[in-house]
């Protein structure tokens, strides 16, 4: 059960970069901790995907 939190912030932090919804990767990689396979899965396929534009609204 800790693994949840590990992977709902580690979803959270690489969808800042990737998504205008960081919030729903972050639900969604902390319900996937319960299957780690693939919640790791999941990780690898969203800091695969390409960053937002620098200057969009949405980029930090």
């Given at each position: 059960?800790?693994?949840?939190?590990?992977?709902?912030?580690i979803s959270y932090?690489?969808?800042?970069?990737?998504?205008?919804?960081?919030?729903v990767l972050a639900?969604?990689?902390?319900?996937?901790?319960?299957?780690?396979?693939?919640?790791?899965?999941?990780?690898a396929v969203l800091?695969?995907?390409?960053?937002?534009?620098?200057?969009?609204?949405?980029?930090?």
């Amino acid at each position: 059960m800790l693994s949840i939190p590990i992977f709902a912030v580690i979803s959270y932090k690489i969808g800042k970069r990737k998504s205008t919804m960081p919030g729903v990767l972050a639900f969604v990689g902390g319900c996937l901790a319960l299957f780690p396979l693939f919640a790791l899965i999941f990780i690898a396929v969203l800091a695969l995907k390409k960053d937002l534009p620098k200057n969009s609204v949405y980029a930090h």
